[in-house]
């Protein structure tokens, strides 16, 4: 009781300054606030007239020639990305030089650094010079090597090691280090489950400014999750992470990420296209060899982005857009000219050669070298600017449904670039963009959702998109990671991996924990404990909109997985799915529970409506209902012969006859019946002549 008391008065004096902080951020805003001439501005991050997030960050910073090589690289990449070597600075002394060891430390840490930040990664070597940084005690390199003893990602999986050194950074008052403590308590990996320990790590991690400490917080806060719901302190940690996310898009994009829902693909295998698989790629590389152009663009944007089972590698996609272009694709001499205008390890940045390009693509009439020749103008890059030339050019892109000239324009309309300030139109710009999965355009709607610019204000509204934002951050990535390793029965760091990205509130993730958990896949925790906790994760998942996991809670209940027998409970769930989601499944269970009165009153005609309905959702319930039917169908007749006095017989004597399994006996008749029909049934082979 008296560790309880201690957490307790700890947690509200962490959420109390907490609480202060904000109030006295607020109070600072309100002092400045005018009308906001930008996004930015409604984010309050900028004290000057600033247009919406672009690919650049903000529209119409640089007026010069040269452009930034990698968009606000050094100012924003580095707050955000675990790879970043400016936490270096806490190895250094600013009054005292440093030994040997922490300069050798400072260059392997270096080094590892520069290795992970390549398109094209040597992570296992990255690694090794991070455990050689850790040997001689280097703060960063610890951490990053207790990340990969938790998850099991390129060293092996030791979760004492990995506990042992964020206990002993949190002491030092390393916010990630606190995120991972907090991930631990909270998942019982580890340690001990207590959610109040969780939180207090979360809380400081946050106030610490560990991102993933930030969305952890941010999520229970919105869920509900051991605090009280809170949408606007949701609102207030979602916004900070989004604000780093949405800084990071470049002209690229983010890394793409597919989200792979492990239960799809085991119940219809081959149906995701999420990867490609590897003689599909093989067989487009064949054909790019052999001058096909379509293909060498196809996988020159593949090469370029990343995803689908393609490793980023902008060696590769630039040659095969040299190859594309020099046949005068049009796309390809675009994108040329993207690599260009931003700059990389692989090609110089050069506003002119991207000038270049863009134009010979623009004259082919082409969105995407027109959104390039748009964006030159906006910023003056390699071009006077020309804010009126610009709006034309995306308004050619955008006509042609290409996303950045939708994004661009929205921007130029909230700004009043070139044209009137028109909220309105950049909400309809914005909201095109976003249909198309644009990070930039959920970031921009989401910040005038929060501010009510040109809308009625929704924190709800904004929260979702602020979170949508948040979880493309390059932490993402592990979604790929884990499904990687569950694919080779690395079933335990898979688990970890989704629970990590669970606690973060990635939907799949939930579902997907959930999952292997269902399954017993992995021997992680104690037996018995696997059904509760998937009932947790299946909820988590469920309360997100996935309608699956809806009727997994139903099933659960049902069966008693994790939880007590409770047909009530079951059949809640179960309308829910059938009522929100039009879930096939549930309405075919409901049907069935009407049947037997399980739970719900017992009513044959209902139970028929509820089949029929099933039916009608999914074609694949057609086959199911149709035997459902036909045992109704018996049963109807028994009930209406036994009313007739013509049958002395009831339910109770039918099942000590034929047992408590005859439904499923009757059913299995009826399936070899059917299957017989539609065998003689079927049309004869054709004579040979």
């Not at 957490?7 to 902080?21: E, F, M, P, R, S």
Request: proline residues 2%.
């Amino acid at each position: 009781m008296i560790r309880l008391r201690v957490c307790q008065l700890i947690l509200l004096t962490v959420v109390a300054c907490a609480a202060l902080t904000l109030a006295v951020e607020d109070l600072e805003t309100d002092e400045s606030e005018t009308e906001p001439n930008s996004i930015q501005d409604v984010a309050d991050v900028s004290e000057d007239e600033t247009p919406g997030k672009s690919e650049y960050g903000t529209e119409g910073e640089v007026e010069s020639t040269e452009a930034p090589s990698n968009d606000n690289e050094d100012e924003d990449d580095d707050d955000n990305d675990d790879d970043d070597d400016d936490d270096t600075k806490d190895q250094s002394k600013p009054n005292q030089e440093l030994s040997a060891d922490e300069i050798r430390a400072n260059e392997l840490y270096e080094a590892a650094v520069s290795i992970l930040n390549q398109t094209k990664q040597d992570e296992g070597q990255a690694y090794t010079l991070l455990q050689s940084a850790a040997e001689l005690n280097h703060t960063e390199a610890r951490q990053k090597i207790a990340w990969a003893r938790l998850l099991g990602k390129h060293l092996q999986p030791n979760i004492t090691e990995a506990a042992e050194i964020f206990e002993d950074l949190a002491l030092k008052g390393n916010a990630d280090a606190q995120m991972g403590l907090g991930f631990m308590y909270a998942t019982g990996i580890g340690k001990n489950s207590s959610q109040a320990k969780a939180l207090v790590h979360y809380t400081f991690g946050a106030l610490g400014g560990s991102q993933l400490a930030q969305m952890a917080l941010a999520y229970r806060y919105w869920a509900g999750i051991s605090v009280a719901s809170s949408c606007e302190t949701a609102l207030t940690y979602y916004r900070k992470v989004s604000h780093t996310v949405a800084d990071e898009v470049s002209l690229t994009g983010n890394r793409a990420v597919q989200r792979v829902r492990l239960l799809d693909e085991v119940d219809n295998p081959g149906s995701s296209s999420a990867l490609l698989d590897d003689d599909l790629i093989q067989y487009y590389q064949f054909l790019a060899e052999k001058g096909d152009v379509q293909a060498q663009v196809g996988l020159g944007q593949l090469h370029y982005q990343g995803g689908r089972g393609v490793e980023q590698d902008h060696q590769r996609a630039l040659n095969y857009f040299v190859q594309a272009a020099e046949a005068g694709n049009a796309n390809a001499m675009a994108f040329l000219g993207k690599m260009y205008l931003e700059g990389s390890s692989v090609v110089k940045q050069s506003n002119e050669t991207a000038l270049k390009y863009f134009k010979r693509a623009a004259d082919q009439n082409n969105a995407v070298g027109q959104s390039g020749l748009g964006l030159m103008y906006l910023h003056g890059r390699g071009v006077p600017q020309d804010y009126k030339l610009a709006l034309k050019y995306f308004t050619l892109a955008a006509e042609q449904g290409w996303v950045d000239g939708q994004l661009q324009l929205g921007n130029m309309y909230f700004s009043g670039l070139g044209v009137r300030r028109d909220y309105k139109t950049a909400i309809k710009y914005f909201n095109l963009a976003s249909q198309s999965g644009h990070v930039l355009a959920f970031y921009n709607l989401a910040q005038m959702q929060a501010s009510g610019t040109g809308m009625v204000r929704s924190c709800h509204t904004s929260v979702e998109l602020f979170k949508n934002v948040a979880e493309r951050g390059r932490w993402g990535e592990m979604l790929m990671d884990a499904h990687a390793a569950h694919w080779d029965s690395r079933h335990t760091q898979a688990l970890v991996t989704y629970m990590l990205l669970a606690e973060l509130g990635y939907e799949v993730a939930q579902s997907n924990a959930a999952f292997i958990l269902d399954r017993h896949e992995t021997e992680l925790f104690k037996q018995g404990e696997g059904f509760a906790r998937a009932l947790m994760y299946w909820g988590r998942a469920a309360s997100q909109g996935y309608a699956v996991a809806r009727v997994k809670l139903g099933d659960y209940h049902y069966y008693g997985y994790g939880t007590s027998v409770d047909y009530e409970t079951a059949a809640a769930h179960y309308r829910l799915a059938s009522e929100q989601q039009h879930n096939a499944q549930a309405m075919f269970n409901l049907g069935y529970m009407h049947e037997q009165g399980l739970g719900l009153k017992q009513d044959i005609h209902l139970a028929k409506r509820f089949y029929d309905m099933a039916a009608e959702a999914s074609a694949d319930a057609q086959v199911p209902v149709a035997l459902a039917l036909a045992k109704l169908f018996f049963l109807f007749s028994f009930k209406y012969l036994e009313d007739l006095q013509w049958l002395r017989l009831d339910q109770s004597s039918i099942e000590k006859i034929l047992g408590p399994d005859w439904d499923i006996y009757l059913m299995a008749v009826l399936s070899v019946i059917i299957a017989t029909l539609i065998l003689f049934r079927r049309p004869p082979p054709p004579m040979a002549v």
